[in-house]
T-cell receptor, first 111, second 113 residues
Framework: NAGVTQTPKFQVLKTGQSMTLQCAQD?????MYWYRQDPGMGLRLIYY???????DKGEVPNGYNVSRLNKREFSLRLESAAPSQTSVYFC??????????FGPGTRLTVL | GQQLNQSPQSMFIQEGEDVSMNCTSS?????WLWYKQDPGEGPVLLIA?????ELTSNGRLTAQFGITRKDSFLNISASIPSDVGIYFC?????????????FGQGTILTVHP
């Protein structure tokens, strides 16, 4: 089992460009999450999907959109990237209770 | 929104020393989790706590769910160099927010050989 996988690992964008971060899990989990991690601020929830077909905003959703493509995949889209979106992005998944399992992250720089 | 205050922000210790860190909240959580993050990696779950007062161990790690449900503690005994990393606490209130976690800011642990 690969667990939670994310692509790409690194990305550099120019202001205004768009991109989609991909996430997939092979643990048959119902719930999936997108977080961003900035220095000194821990992890903040951007969007989550409690189950296939549903998505909800988290703490910091502005500037992002998500798609729960199927049970395995949950993508995060930046329509018009801004320097404030420079961060490390983590995808996570969970089944019972609240134990979430994280992917390795995508390091995004917006110039 | 809910906030978790994690302390200390950083620790510099000698190999073999014990380590303690804690998380406090202004509101109640029904689940507490402790994660470790190595440089360049995603967080890895260390310990999960589900009942107030619960004390759980995982090797040299011991964590407790505070009886007020507003705090949690993590202890590492006899630290070794591979304990280096960032430790995060996370809490969940459950219910309709089932699965949604609030994270602390992290404790950066450095272990000197």
């Amino acid at each position: 089992n690969a667990g939670v996988t994310q692509t790409p690992k690194f990305q550099v964008l120019k202001t205004g460009q768009s991109m989609t971060l991909q996430c997939a899990q092979d643990m048959n989990h119902n719930s999936m999450y997108w977080y961003r991690q900035d220095p000194g601020m821990g992890l903040r929830l951007i969007y989550y999907s409690a189950s296939e077909g549903t998505t909800d905003k988290g703490e910091v959703p502005n500037g992002y959109n998500v798609s729960r493509l199927n049970k395995r995949e949950f993508s995060l889209r930046l329509e018009s990237a801004a320097p404030s979106q420079t961060s490390v992005y983590f995808c996570a998944s969970s089944e019972a209770k609240s134990e979430q399992f994280f992917g390795p992250g995508t390091r995004l720089t917006v110039l | 929104g809910q906030q978790l205050n994690q302390s200390p922000q950083s620790m510099f210790i000698q190999e073999g020393e014990d380590v303690s860190m804690n998380c406090t909240s202004s509101s109640i959580f029904n689940t507490w989790l402790w994660y470790k993050q190595d440089p360049g990696e995603g967080p890895v779950l260390l310990i999960a706590l589900y009942k107030a007062g619960e004390l759980t161990s995982n090797g040299r790690l011991t964590a407790q769910f505070g009886i007020t449900r507003k705090d949690s503690f993590l202890n590492i005994s006899a630290s070794i160099p591979s304990d280096v990393g960032i430790y995060f606490c996370a809490g969940s209130i459950g219910g309709t927010s089932y699965g949604k976690l609030t994270f602390g800011q992290g404790t950066i642990l450095t272990v000197h050989p």
